[in-house]
Structure formats: structure tokens, C-alpha cells
């Protein structure tokens, strides 16, 4: 089946450098996606979304980059915060009426001082 | 603030006993939906009530029910749970299906 999936399982970085978190998804007819950070023991916390007509979308340190042709997303954090550690997925809206999100498969972000 | 509540927090229940998790939301959104995530795994959608239209996942066991009897309460019946129910069971809402869905703080469920 098609499924949204993340290329690395996990990521550690020093304070204050910037993230990129990667997602790879197979349904081309795919039109919102969506980032989502869960801390340990909590459920998962909306952070960025995009459409699919846009290719960036900016928010309070982090931005959100959509590459339709290679389907492609990435998450980045800039001046990594120690905060920031928790799990991240990408999840997707494919564009077929009563579908719900699904999540890729998630980073594991880790942040050392 | 508007919010999506779920309670318990953390529910102990026996091998085969029914429990019920509850889920309510203050956001007036139309869609509830029920996932399943388990240690280092995605959320797992098991359902989801498009305003009353119930919407079931085709891998969704049988022995898992819900029920919405108004807008703000969901509720999610496990009939006979087994040792392989323990997880962490989200609630979210969105205003429509293709919307982003806020998620409540989980019911840690452990069967023993």
C-alpha cells in the first residue's frame, strides 16, 4: 500500500544547529501534509502544514520544504534547542473523499548541550 | 483554552475485561478520530466519526467499538482486550478530513 515513510530513524545534533528532517511519500495525489513533534508519554503536537500547491512554508523556526517532483519533504529547525528532542512525523491527506491523515514512520530527534 | 481531553490518563485492565476510553473536545470540530500507537511506532488510525457517520479502518479488529452520541464526546470500547491492546490510545479532531487534526494527551492502556 502507499505510505508516507521518514529516511532516517533517528537524528542527533548539538545546541543551536539547525535540523533537517526528511520524508519520503508515494501518493502523488497527496495535497496536505503535515509535521507533527511527540514528546515522551504525550500525544502528538501540530508544529508546520502545507499544501501541496505551495513548495515552502515558513513558521517560528522552522520551515517546511515540499518537493512534489522527487515527492519529498523536510522539516527544518533552525538553532536546534535541547526543547526540540521528541519524535517527528510526517504525515499525509491523500486527495480521495473520507481519508483520513497517515503518518509516516518517524525521527527521533536528539538534542545534546 | 479549546482542547481535546481524554481521561483516564493511564488505565490498568484485566485480560478479557471491557473497558472504555473517553475522549471530548471543546473545539466544535466535525471529525473524532480514534488511533492506536504502540512503543516506537506511528499512530495507527483504528476510526473515525465524520460528525455521526462512523468510518471504520479495514485492519481494525472487531473487538475494538466506538461510539459518538454527540459532538464533543467520543468514546472507544475495547471489548475483550488482550495482551496486545497495551498501547497508547490517541483521540484527535479536525473541522473536516482534510483539515490538521489535534490530538488529545493519551490513555496509556496496560492489560494484565
Known amino acids: 500500500g502507499e505510505s508516507v515513510g ?9 545546541e543551536g544547529d539547525n535540523s533537517i528532517i526528511n ?5 502523488s495525489a497527496s495535497d496536505y501534509f503535515i509535521w507533527y513533534k511527540q514528546e515522551s508519554g504525550k500525544g502528538p503536537q501540530f508544529i508546520i502544514d502545507i499544501r501541496s500547491n505551495m513548495d515552502k512554508r515558513q513558521g517560528q523556526r522552522v520551515t517546511v520544504l515540499l518537493n512534489k517532483t522527487v515527492k519529498h519533504l523536510s522539516l527544518q529547525i533552525a538553532a536546534t534547542q535541547p526543547g526540540d528532542s521528541a519524535v517527528y512525523f510526517c ?4 486527495n ?3 481519508t483520513a491523515l497517515i503518518f509516516g514512520k518517524g525521527t527521533t530527534l536528539s538534542v545534546s548541550s | 483554552d479549546a482542547m481535546v481531553i481524554q481521561n483516564p490518563r493511564y488505565q490498568v485492565t484485566q485480560f478479557g475485561k471491557p473497558v472504555t476510553l473517553s475522549c471530548s473536545q471543546t473545539l466544535n470540530h466535525n471529525v473524532m478520530y480514534w488511533y492506536q500507537q504502540k512503543s516506537s511506532q506511528a499512530p495507527k488510525l483504528l476510526f473515525h466519526y465524520y460528525d455521526k457517520d462512523f468510518n471504520n479502518e479495514a485492519d481494525t479488529p472487531d473487538n475494538f467499538q466506538s461510539r459518538r452520541p454527540n459532538t464533543s464526546f467520543c468514546f472507544l470500547d475495547i ?14 479532531t479536525s473541522w473536516d478530513r482534510g483539515y490538521e487534526q489535534y490530538f488529545g494527551p493519551g490513555t ?3 492489560v494484565t
Not at chain 1, 520524508?23 to 501518493?27: D, E, G, P
Not at chain 1, 504525515?91 to 491523500?94: H, I, K, R
Not at chain 2, 471489548?79 to 484527535?92: I, K, Q, T, W
Open chain 1, 6 to 14: 521518514l529516511h532516517l530513524p533517528t537524528l542527533s545534533v548539538q
Open chain 1, 23 to 27: 520524508c519520503a511519500y508515494s501518493n
Open chain 1, 91 to 94: 504525515a499525509e491527506t491523500p
Open chain 1, 96 to 98: 480521495q473523499a473520507g
Open chain 2, 79 to 92: 471489548r475483550s482486550p488482550g495482551l496486545g491492546d497495551a498501547a497508547m490510545y490517541l483521540c484527535a
Open chain 2, 108 to 110: 496509556r492502556l496496560t
